[in-house]
């Protein structure tokens, strides 16, 4: 069964730090593009962060860059978003999602490209707030 499960999202004080796991299971895990992405109420689903499996290449949006840090762990088919300097803006439902690879920057921030996921998490809620 193909399946991605997040996990590490809670409450946290402004300028607070979480780490977010996404397990994967069911699919080779290399080749393909991992990306994060979170919701908030009221507003479109944003690409966060993603990597590719294969090259380790990652993609930032603007508003995380210098604050989150994407990685990957093969050998436990897991990606990690390190979420540092946590602010109230953060707070959203993330997602991970797995797609083949493809130019991670488009898989990441395009919604064109978003079809190209092929397997999505069911979420984990981040709310930043004192």
């Known amino acids: 069964q193909v399946q991605l499960v997040e996990s590490g999202g809670d409450l946290v004080q402004p300028g607070g730090s979480l780490r977010l796991s996404c397990a994967a299971s069911?699919?080779?895990?290399?080749?393909?593009?991992i990306g994060w992405f979170r919701q908030a109420p009221g507003k479109e689903r944003e690409g966060v962060s993603c990597i590719n499996t294969s090259d380790a290449g990652t993609y930032y949006a603007d508003s995380v860059k210098g604050r989150f840090t994407i990685s990957r762990d093969n050998a436990k088919n897991t990606v990690y978003l390190q979420m540092n300097s946590l602010e109230p803006e953060d707070t959203a439902v993330y997602y991970c999602?797995?797609?083949?690879?493809?130019?991670?920057?488009?898989?990441?921030?395009?919604?064109?490209?978003?079809?190209?996921?092929?397997?999505w998490g069911q979420g984990t809620q981040v709310t930043v707030s004192s």
């Open positions: 999602a797995a797609g083949p690879a493809f130019t991670v920057q488009a898989m990441c921030v395009m919604a064109a490209y978003r079809w190209r996921y092929k397997t």
């Open positions: 069911g699919f080779t895990f290399v080749k393909h593009v």
